[in-house]
Structure formats: C-alpha cells, structure tokens
C-alpha cells in the first residue's frame, strides 16, 4: 500500500491511517521531490512544471521497489497524480483510494464547478508567499528555541522548513490550474472516493463527477468534513478503506 | 476565565478538529465584525478568505495536527462584512474533555502587513534588476568582444599579408572596430557615473546650431553611406542654451545615429530646431520601423532595449545616458511614435538662456576641435620640439609617430624624472605628459616645472593625457600647471591640433 501525500504537507500526514494497515500490507510512504525530506537537487522546473512529472516520482518509487498489485492511497493532489500513474502503468494497480480527489479546482462554466475563480489561487499564493517567507527566515530559529518541545521542532522543521518556497510555488500552481478531466475516461483500475460532506476544496458536486466520469470507482461521502480526513477523521477514513478493500477481494 | 480572555488585547479562538468554533473572545468577534456568540458553532472557515482557507486546509491544519503546535501562521480573516484582515496566528493542541480542541491567539498585523508588501514587493523589484543586470552583462561582453574579433582577426592578417591594398583595408578595419569599441566603453563609463551620481557638466553658453551643425559633419557619413538624406530645419530665434556642449553633442548623436541606424536605406531623418515660448525644442524624426507602443515606456531605461535592437548591435544605452543628459540640463525628452513601421520622433527640450545672464560660469581653456577634421587640413608642427612622456612604450611609439607625421621633433622620456633633466637640458617647446606614472606622477612633474626659473623652462606649455575623463581630474591637471588636458583614448588628430594651437597661443 503506498500513500501519497498532498500539496503542502509530506508523508507524517499519513501517520494516523498507516498503523491499522501495518499487519495486512507492506506500506510505502514516500515524499515528492521538492517536498518534505527529499532532495532539493532532484527538482527541476520542467520535470515537475506539470502533475505527469509527479507521477513519475510514484512510478519511480514503485518501479524502484518493484511493487506489484499496489493500492494506492492519495490524498487532495495526490489522487489525481495516482490516476495519472494508473493509467500508464495499469498492471501494477490493484486499486486507488482516492482521498478528497478533484480533476479541476477552478470552476469552468457554464457546466463545471471546482469551487474556485483564478482570484483566489491568487490568494493562496499571497498566503503562501507571506508563510514561506517567514520559515525560511526566522520561524526555524523560533521553534528551534523551544527547548521543553525539542521533538516539535524537529517535527516542524521535516514537514515544513526543508521545502523551498520557490518549489512550493510552483506545485500550488500546477495542483489548482491543472485541468484532468479528460484523463478520467482513461483509468481502468478500479478506485474508492472518499469525499467529505463539506470540504470548500473539492466539494460535493466534484465528488459526483470524478464519480460519473471515472469507471469502477465507488463514492463514499464521510461524516467528516474538511479536506483531510484522514487526519481530522482516521477512525472514520480507516473503516471506509477497510470496507471497500474487504469488497474487493 | 472569560472575563481575563475577554480582556487580553488579542484576538483568542478554541476549535475542534473538525474545524468547528467551540470558543471565541471579544476582540476576536469584534476583528471579524461578528457578536461573540455568533461565533461559536460556526467553521473557523467562514472566518477566512478563500486563499486562507485552502492554506489552512493545505498547510495550517496538516501541520497543526502533526506538530500539535505552529507559530507565527500569517493568514486572512474576513469580516462578516466582507473585509479583509491579515492576522498572525500562534495555535496549540490541548485535550479536553477527553477531546481535541486547538487554541489559537490573533494578533491583527495590518500595518505590517503593509510593510511586508512593500519588502516583497521590493525583493522581487531586486530580483529583477539583478537579472536585468545579468542579462546586461551578456550583452556587454558580447558586444565588446565583436569588435575585438576583427581587431584581433586583422592584426594576424596583416602580419601574413604585406600588400599594400589590404594593409590599407586591415587598417581601416581595425580603427572603424577600435573606435567602436571605445564608444562603447564611453557608454558604460557614462553609466556608471550616472549610477554614482557623478556624471557633471561643464556648463557654458551654447548656440544650438551650433551643436547641432557640429553634429551633423560626424553623422554625415554614416547617413550618405546608407542612401538617408538629412533635412534640418533651424530657427535662428531658438537659444543660446547654457550647457556643456560636448554633452550636447552626445545628446544629438545619439539621437542622430539612432535614426540613421533605425532607418533604412533610402528613407529620410528630420531634425527640427525651434523656439516655443522660454524653450527650445529640437525634434528628431525618422522614416524608420518605429517603436511598439508597449515599449515606448521602456526607451529610456537602462540596461533594457526593444527586444529586436540587438540585430542592430550596441548596448542599448545610449537612450538612458541622453535622458540623464537632458535632465541635467534642466530640461526633459520624449519619444513618440505612431507603432512599428510609422517611424518615431524625439523631442528633446531644453530652457533657453535669458539674455542678460551672464556667460558660462567656467573660464574655459578648452581649445575648440573638431573630431574628424579631414588629414590635409591638419596644421603641420615644423619647427616645434615635444617632449613626449609616457611610461607606457606603446602609447609612446604611437604618439611619437604621429608628432613625426606632423613635421615636429619629438624627444621622448619614460619617467617624470627622466622628463625633468631632458626638459631643461632640451628647453621643448612644448611637454606632452601622461598623468599616471609609477614613482612619480605628471602632476608633480609639473608642480616642479612651474617652480623652476624662466631660464629652465617654467613657462613651458603643457598637454596632460589621462585615462580619467572627470571634471576633477582635468581641474586638478590645470592647477597643477597644465594648460590642456587630453582623456585617453588619444585621436591622434585632435592630439596635433591642440599642440599647434596652444604652441601658437604662446607664440602670439
């Protein structure tokens, strides 16, 4: 089972699912380049200037390990680029577990809605810009000086400080301007959306279209709300998986 | 416990992992423009911008519930009206009641907010220069190295080659790309004062037309070599200016040479020079591919040219250096054109003289030259004797070639030491002298020139020759005794007619 983090966070976000899995699975978690610990040197504009460079990291990580019948767990972002792996290499998928999934954040109209306008990926970029710039210039040194918390600080500094910000950037650009509609029809492996009930990032009616575009998949709408179930609610996100998995056999 | 968290001068939240308020104290309702019981219940969400809220979905909460704690988060609130309110947040997890609940502390950063903006927005105008600068470089090298190729490529043909025809030839090469290259290094020196702020004028009383006539002899050729004809227009009412004229004149070639360059063959250039009230206005126009109207606001910046100028060579200079010029004449310059391919105009205006002021405010000594006096019109110097010194052997061999040219006898010396003994044991008639000399410089040479007797050659006339062109350096050569002063590169033309000029001033 290999999880994939979503734009923002790295593979600790996956620390409250992995655990009830451990005894089933061998489990795989991995960062992309330019997030979390891996190395910055890896990265380079063009590999990574769309979401096909990210699915390479999966592969890559898949290949390296030579992985067969692996289900896939992504999460936001992550989703997308575990289809986009699935439908070059489908013999290696047994199944996605697609966490909060969304082909287009930016509405389309008259006949899609992701939820966003430009604008506003603008405004996450401004926020981003303002974070970012705090932790690389003195947020680092700030946790650091928490001596009572030294485990938060290491913590703090592997999710966060070690991705730079211009790196940042640019996959918050390619996560909420890409448009993967078209690759829906394309996927052959069979998949579970797990979609909450309200989460501004990919809402409701995108999980009803990722649902009607995309072959085999089943749509299970959470109690949970937010965009990170498996964080705000593991028990919750832990049992649906488990159902489906159980389905599948 | 409400009353001390209603009384903290911040704004303080609790919620639960799901995002829901359970907590919120006064300030806070009162930053978001919302009553303090509303709060609770509601989704910290409804409380942010949408961009906040995909960062807080992104990066906040992830990181919240991983690290239990975070510091310093800068994101936007909303206000229940619809107003934006940029906040820092600090925000730790704590157990109660057997549940998770986060508490946060806001602190409203609007003013530095605004003062974060201005720091981005600056670094990015930084960032931007700096590659502007880099991209500059570039161009720089490429352009100082084109000519240097010919010069270099030249210099091994002639070595092979003793033809008299392409000896000729190879010279002509290597003086057009020589001169080339030393307007280019005159271009950045210029800049690089302008950057300084050290970029002055020697200012004078100055007739347009003059300049202007004085100009179009250089520009001449260039112009007929391409087929362009030249017509001008002179109001004999507009000026005089106060100015530097030699700065004037860089204004009007540049702008000349810009038009002819712009131009093709064929077409035509105008220069219009008229009065309009306490003005004057001289106006250049071309029949050449004009200028986009976007890059219009960018003709007069440094280190940025039209994204095609490279084609036509140069560094993309002169504009910036022109409009420097012209302010520091107190007056201003604009470009006009109606698009690409309808030709362009530049207007160039400039406050006239008012005729009871007095003249220029420097007693110049600077002796008039005209830069490409045709060689049959050089004055001879027969009968004269120079005393060449120069430390560097090559710059000597030139000089004292061209002094041999002109009918003089030359005696040349390598030091100030060696210059002092032969100039009163040979009593020249005139000393040529470089400035920058290891052991002893030209200006001490001539501080003891002038304290030696009449007999010894106090009064001998002097030429100083200086790599440095600023207004400091010429004064501190004529203070020390020089009555010339020369900057390097020598035009070896202008070298004779100064000599025969001064030998002749001291003659009558």
Known sequence: MVFAHGFGC????????????????????????????????????????????????LLDVCQALDLREVVVVGHSVSSIIAMLAAIREPQRFSQL?????????????????????????????????????????????????????????????????????????????????????????????????????????APLEVGDYMHQHLKG????????????????????????????????? | MDAILNAVPCGFLSFAADGTIVRANARLAAMVEREQDSLVGLSIEKLLTTGARVFYQTHFFPLLRIAGAVEEIYLTLQTAGGREVPVLVNAERRERDGADVYDCVVFSV??????????????????????????????????????????????????????????EQGIDVIERNAKAQARLIEDLIDVSRIVSGKLRLEVQTVDPRTVIKETLDVIRF???????????????????????????????????????????????VRLR??????????????????????????????????TDSHRHGGLGLGMAITKEIVQLHGGSIRAHSDGQGKGATFIVTLPVLPVHASGGSD??????????????????????????????????????????????????????????DRLQELRPTVLVSDIEMPDEDGLSLMR?????????????????????????????????????????????????????????????
């Not at chain 2, 040479?257 to 064929?266: E, H, Q, R, Y």
């Not at chain 2, 050449?288 to 976007?294: A, E, M, S």
């Open chain 2, 222 to 268: 260039a112009a007929e070599a391409k087929s362009i004809c030249i017509q001008t227009v002179l109001d004999p009412d507009a000026g005089p200016v106060s100015g530097d004229p030699n700065r004037l004149q860089q204004v009007l070639w540049n702008l000349l040479s810009n038009a002819v360059k712009f131009t093709p063959k064929g077409g035509f």
């Open chain 2, 273 to 306: 020079l008229q009065r309009v009230n306490s003005q004057i206005e001289i106006l250049v126009t071309d029949s050449g591919q004009g200028i986009d109207p976007q890059l219009l606001p960018y003709v007069f910046e440094r280190f940025r040219q039209g």
């Open chain 2, 110 to 167: 609007r003013q530095r907010g605004e003062f974060e903006d201005q720091l981005l927005k600056a670094k990015r105008a930084a960032e931007d220069a700096a590659r502007t600068r880099d991209d500059f470089l570039a161009v720089v090298s490429h352009e100082l190295r084109t000519p240097l190729n010919a010069i270099l490529g030249w210099a091994q043909i002639l070595r092979l080659d003793a033809d008299p025809d392409t000896i």
């Open chain 1, 217 to 249: 998949s089943t749509l299970r709408v959470m109690k949970a709300t937010g965009h990170c179930p498996h964080m705000s609610h593991p028990e919750e996100t832990i049992e649906l998986m488990r159902d489906y998995l159980a389905a599948c056999e």
């Open chain 1, 97 to 201: 577990i697609l966490v909060g999934p969304s082909p287009r954040y930016v509405d389309d109209p008259p006949g899609y809605r992701g939820g966003f306008v430009r604008s506003d990926i603008e405004g996450l970029l401004e926020m981003m810009d303002k974070n970012y710039m705090g932790w690389a210039s003195f947020l680092a040194p700030n946790v650091m000086k928490n001596p009572d918390r030294p485990e938060l600080s290491e913590e703090l500094e592997q999710s966060f400080c070690s991705t730079d910000p211009r790196v940042a950037r640019q996959f918050a650009k390619v996560t909420f301007l890409s448009d993967n509609r078209e690759d829906l029809a394309s996927v052959t492996t069979p998949s579970l959306i797990l979609q909450c009930s309200d989460d501004m990032i």
């Open chain 2, 448 to 508: 003891r020139i002038r304290t030696l007797s009449a007999e010894s050659g106090r009064a001998t006339p002097a030429v100083a020759l200086t790599a440095n062109g600023r207004a400091m350096d010429r004064k501190r050569a004529l203070s020390a005794g020089f009555q010339v002063h020369l900057t390097k590169p020598i035009d070896p033309d202008e070298l004779v007619m100064v000599v025969a000029n001064l030998c002749e001033q001291v003659a009558g």
């Open chain 1, 10 to 57: 790295d593979q600790n976000m996956w620390r409250y699912i992995t655990p009830a899995f451990e005894a089933d699975y061998r489990i795989v978690l991995f960062d992309y380049v330019g997030s979390g610990g891996s190395d910055l040197r890896a990265y380079s504009d063009n590999r990574y200037g769309s979401l096909d460079g990210y699915a390479e990291d």
């Open chain 2, 363 to 420: 007693a110049s000594s600077d002796v008039h030259v005209e830069w490409d006096t045709p060689r049959d019109r050089l004055p001879r110097l027969e009968g004269i004797h120079v005393l060449l010194v120069d430390d560097a052997p090559d710059v000597r061999d030139v000089l004292n070639a061209t002094f041999l040219r002109s009918g003089a006898r030359v005696t040349t010396a390598a030091s100030a030491a060696e210059a002092f």
